[in-house]
Nanobody, 122 residues
Framework: QVQLVESGGGLVQPGGSLRLSCAAS????????MGWYRQAPGKQRELVAR???????NYADSVKGRFTISRDNAKNAVYLEMNSLKPEDTAVYYC????????????????WGQGTQVTVSS
């Protein structure tokens, strides 16, 4: 059983910064992609950033240059450093792990955290 626990959300003023953390526990396949998604009220959940085990990253265009994703493979943890926050960044942020499960056929398993609220407002 894989569990993801996020922390670090909160209320911040426009232009401020927050750091989200996510710790994964349980039996996680070694080939995996960790990432952050967010969902604002009335909108679909969207990818914010993701990072592979070797450290390759992808970012949504809306956060490029402001957010930085990183991971600690030894701790099975992923982080999201958010700078220059804007009101439109307000959302529930979810940690996600996609893990490769070898088999016939092989597949990718999806694991989600419970979400943490980020509110950017003056």
């Amino acid at each position: 059983q894989v569990q993801l626990v996020e922390s670090g959300g909160g209320l911040v003023q426009p232009g401020g910064s927050l750091r989200l953390s996510c710790a994964a526990s349980g039996s996680i396949p070694s080939i995996n992609i960790m990432g952050w998604y967010r969902q604002a009220p009335g909108k679909q959940r969207e990818l914010v950033a993701r990072i592979t085990g070797p450290g390759n990253t992808n970012y949504a265009d809306s956060v490029k240059g402001r957010f930085t994703i990183s991971r600690d493979n030894a701790k099975n943890a992923v982080y999201l450093e958010m700078n220059s926050l804007k009101p439109e960044d307000t959302a529930v942020y979810y940690c996600n792990t996609k893990a490769f499960v070898a088999g016939t056929p092989s597949t990718w398993a999806d694991y989600w955290g419970q979400g943490t609220q980020v509110t950017v407002s003056s």
